[in-house]
Nanobody
């Protein structure tokens, strides 16, 4: 069983930045994948960014060039640096990991508003 705990959400003005962090309860060295999904009100959960085993990174088209995902195996964390935030980035962001099964964090709210 893997537990994922997110932190770093909050309220930010358009054009601002936030960094989300996800801490895993066990070593992430052998994880098949880790990343972030988000779900806005009335919309389906969507993939934002992911790191696949071997280091390949995938991003949603809507965040390419603005968001950067990184992984720290020593700290068992995956981070999402979000720059140039837009109101449409407002959502609950969920950490996600795949080991022998899929695991999800509890979610952290990101609100982009003036």
């Amino acid at each position: 069983q893997v537990q994922l705990v997110e932190s770093g959400g909050g309220l930010v003005q358009p054009g601002g930045s936030l960094m989300l962090s996800c801490a895993a309860s066990s070593s992430i060295f052998s994880f098949n994948a880790m990343g972030w999904y988000r779900q806005a009100p009335g919309k389906q959960r969507e993939l934002v960014a992911a790191i696949i085993m071997g280091g390949r990174k995938n991003y949603a088209d809507s965040v390419k060039g603005r968001f950067t995902i990184s992984r720290d195996n020593a700290k068992n964390t995956v981070n999402l640096q979000m720059n140039s935030l837009k109101p449409e980035d407002t959502a609950v962001y969920y950490c996600w990991a795949v080991v022998s099964a899929e695991y999800w964090g509890q979610g952290t709210q990101v609100t982009v508003s003036s």
